[in-house]
Every structure is written in C-alpha cells, then in structure tokens.
C-alpha cells in the first residue's frame, strides 16, 4: 500500500513536469529573428482572404504575411487549420501569430493580443433576388454564418431574426443559400461581392450588418512581436507593397483610414 501510494506521487510529479514543458512561453521577437522563421497560421478556406488553390495556400493575407516576412528577413512557415481553433492554437504556442481576418472585438480581445488592423471591412447580408437585403427584413428568416465569427455574433442580435444555422466553414455557409436552404448568409461584404458576381443574377448583396477591423493575433503579452509585426505593416503600406497586394485582390485599397 506504502509502495503504490509512493508510486501515484511519482506519477503525478512526472505529470506535473510534462505540463509544464509543454505549456512553453511564445517566442519573443528575439526568439524567432535567431530562428530565421515565423510561424503563421491561418484557415485556408476564406476567399479572398486566405484559401488553398490546388495544395496551393493563396489568397491577400497569405501574400500580406508573406510580405511582412519578408520585410523582417524571416521564412514563413505556414500552418493551416480550422477557424475556430485558431486562437486556441496560438495560445499553445503552435505558431507565432495568427492571420485569419479576425474582427477586432473586446471578447477576443481577453484572450489575445490584435495589431494593428490589416483592413477594413463589414458584415454583410447577402441573399438571393427577393429575399431579405436588410437588418429589418432578416426578421422570421433563416441566415446561414459561419460559427466562431462575428456574422454569427451579430446575426443573433438582430431583433426577430429567425433560424440561425452555422456551419464550420463560411464556404458551406454561402452553399446554403445558393441551395435554397437559407434565406439568407451574412459574410465579409468583400466575400460576398465576389459571391454576387460570380453567380451572374443569381445573388444579390444587401446592407452592412455591422462594420469590423480585422487584425493580425498574437499571444497575448507577445510585446516585442507585436511592435515588430506594426512596424512591418506600416512600412508595407507606406512604401507601395500593401497597396500592390491589395489591388490584385480587390482592385482597391481596403485599408483603414
Ligand atoms: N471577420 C469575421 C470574424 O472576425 C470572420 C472571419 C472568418 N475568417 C476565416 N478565416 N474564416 O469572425
């Protein structure tokens, strides 16, 4: 009995120990420049934003953080994964930040550290031809969003709304109404130009629910790295690369100003 009691302490020590290795600090700006790599991770399944074309991870953020990498003389090492556990990811120190066109809200806002934002943007309700294009009429109808997002936040706020269904990729969300099986989806008002003109009549984009800033995460405390990742950005907004970038994928400038 004295010798399995002895035994259960030296476990649970040993357990003890492995959570601490595990649960490592986030590298520090000086922790990542020795290393020569930054680890980014987005979703991959966000067009424009980030998406794969073929094995191929595209798509503006994916070209932005590639370009801030290269301004701080760093290799980017990517990591995809699904929206939602992106942030829980980076809190485990899976990678260093996160690119995943993240609203800046004061809920995420507790469990991370946002830059700068990379752009501005809004909510938008996006139906087909008669179907709901305002806050107002979104009262008794169904709406599809993505889950983890701010479209789901703010889509339940909306007075009357009536069946919210989520999906876990914005993609299956948009697929839903092009089925008929929602009447509406609310996304990225950018997401959803491309949408409308894609589908050449077939869906039509209505008001901005809500506006956002989307921004880049990093741990949270992560001082040194953000400073770093600020000063990247604007120095690509002021020298012409964000403007280039932006363009290709939008044939505008969807900074904040
Ligand atoms: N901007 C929205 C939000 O902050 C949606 C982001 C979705 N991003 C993605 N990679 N699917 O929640």
């Known amino acids: 009995e004295l010798q399995r009691s002895a035994m259960k302490k030296v476990l649970l020590a040993l357990t003890t120990l492995t959570l601490l290795a595990t649960s490592a600090e ?8 020795k290393s020569g790599t930054i680890k980014v991770a987005t979703e991959g399944a966000f067009p424009p934003f980030n998406l794969m074309k073929g094995k191929q991870l595209t798509g503006f953020e994916v070209d932005l953080a590639n370009a801030l990498g290269k301004q701080l003389g760093l290799k980017v090492e990517w990591t995809v994964q699904p929206f939602d556990s992106l942030l829980i990811g980076l809190n485990q120190d899976r990678y260093d930040f996160v690119i995943a066109s993240h609203g800046i809200t004061p809920e995420r806002q507790k469990a991370v550290d946002f830059s700068d934002p990379h752009y501005c943007t809004g909510g938008a309700i996006v139906t087909r031809p008669g179907g709901p294009l305002t806050a107002k009429a979104l009262a008794g109808k169904s709406v599809a969003v993505q889950v983890g997002t701010t479209y789901l936040e703010n889509v339940r706020k909306v007075p009357g ?3 919210v269904k989520t999906f876990p990729r914005d993609v299956d969300a948009q697929a839903a109404l092009m089925a008929g099986r929602v009447d509406a989806w ?5 997401t959803g130009l491309d949408l409308v003109k894609a589908q050449k009549g077939k869906i039509v984009q209505g008001d901005l629910l809500f506006r956002e800033r989307n921004a880049m995460a990093v741990k949270k405390g992560n001082v040194t790295l953000l400073k770093e990742l600020n000063a990247a950005l ?5 020298n012409g690369t964000y403007a280039r970038i932006s363009n290709q994928y939008f044939g505008q400038d969807v900074r904040c100003r």
């Open 234 to 238: 604007a120095k690509a907004q002021a």
């Open 186 to 190: 609310v996304g990225d008002r950018f």
């Open 26 to 33: 986030a590298r520090t700006w000086a922790e990542i420049k």
């Open 161 to 163: 709304v009536g069946d």
